[in-house]
């Protein structure tokens, strides 16, 4: 009887599906690294399961306030992962304009949560993983917000500096909003992160990759507008109420690891991003090196076939560069062991040579 091939058309095929039993995941971007020894001193004493704050437990808010310039904790709405701020902030934006600006390639999400909050969208393509600046001047107007993710998932790019400085003083001017998804902001191997400013910025973060809690859910988003915290705070209300109170427990712990936590773990990064960069490269493939985060995002004919045959016939997972708007690429996670990559680059090296793509 032939195998079943179900076909994979969605990255949540994929997501929670850990490697093992010879598996290799190149997929959902969670560090396997582990997270600061801090939080796990939490749980012993842990006793308090009553509801919470929907904002979020205050002496996390407090802790996050001072990572940012002249900001109170009253700024800050601790929320279940990035994801459900995303959620919010669209639902937020549906009540000031018609239309956003997202970048392409996209995180997989903005487009969905766009569609869930009835708003349009245009998009500006990064070049090389870049904004060009008159493309994004162009399909900005008509729009009540616009999405940076600098560095980028799935693109792994960072955006320089003084285009970063033109965005936030043009969307200024023109009165909208700027929605900043940093939740790579401490995985820069290049310089420092760009901190917007402005009372039209709304920052998005989690600690799902900075300390490798992807499976506890927290992330915040952070506004000097009341308007966007008091609705945020509305909607959450009536979606989840608080975020686990138990992850911000842990958060809260997280904030108070050293700085060579995070420092030791862009080194490791770097490493791994410099060897699978190399073995892409020496296999051919068209791709850049990534300055952030832990994606590369080579082209490939035919992504689709290549992520289903990687899979049933590799036993690799990868993800589909079409979930990310941008069809003929292919995102690698090196979220994983030196000793995996190299298998991983190992098997792609077969696969292609089998299909006479080298
Ligand atoms: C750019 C970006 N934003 C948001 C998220 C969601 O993160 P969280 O786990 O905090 O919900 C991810 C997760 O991969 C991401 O890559």
Request: charged letters at 25%.
């Amino acid at each position: 009887m032939p195998i079943k091939r179900p076909p994979i058309n969605s990255p949540s095929f994929f997501i929670g599906k850990g490697d093992g039993n010879d598996l290799i995941s190149f997929g959902s971007g969670q560090p396997d690294l582990p997270p600061p020894n801090q939080i796990f001193k939490i749980l012993p004493k842990f006793k308090d399961f009553k509801y919470g704050l929907i904002q979020g437990q205050l002496r996390l808010r407090e802790e996050l306030a001072k990572q940012y310039p002249r900001s109170n904790p009253n700024q800050f709405l601790i929320t279940n992962g990035a994801s459900e701020a995303i959620t919010l902030v669209f639902r937020f934006l549906a009540n000031k304009g018609k239309r956003v600006l997202l970048p392409r390639p996209y995180y997989y999400s903005y487009p969905h949560n766009a569609k869930y909050a009835n708003l349009d969208v245009n998009y500006y393509d990064l070049v090389n993983g870049k904004i060009d600046l008159d493309n994004f001047k162009k399909n900005m107007v008509g729009c009540c917000a616009v999405m940076i993710n600098s560095p980028s998932n799935p693109t792994g790019s960072i955006q320089e500096i003084p285009v970063l400085r033109e965005i936030e003083k043009i969307t200024q001017e023109q009165g909208m909003y700027i929605v900043s998804d940093e939740v790579y902001k401490d995985l820069i191997y290049e310089r420092e992160n760009y901190f917007f400013k402005g009372s039209h910025v709304i920052t998005i973060n989690s600690f799902s990759k900075t300390f490798a809690m992807c499976g506890l859910r927290v992330g915040y988003l952070y506004s000097t507008d009341q308007e966007v915290l008091d609705t945020c705070i509305t909607y959450k209300t009536h979606l989840s109420m608080n975020t686990n109170i138990l992850g911000q427990e842990m958060a809260y712990a997280a904030l108070k690891a050293p700085k060579s936590y995070t420092q030791k773990q862009v080194a490791i990064w770097k490493k791994r991003r410099n060897l699978i960069y190399q073995g892409l490269v020496d296999l051919g493939l068209d791709l850049q090196k990534p300055e952030g985060a832990f994606y590369v995002f080579p082209k490939f004919e035919n992504s689709s076939r290549v992520v289903n045959d990687l899979f049933y016939d590799y036993r690799m997972i990868t993800y589909d560069g079409t979930w990310f708007g941008s069809p003929g690429r292919v995102r690698f996670s090196y979220a994983l062991d030196v000793s995996k990559i190299k298998e991983g680059l190992r098997r792609l090296e077969a696969y292609m040579k089998k299909r006479g793509l080298r």
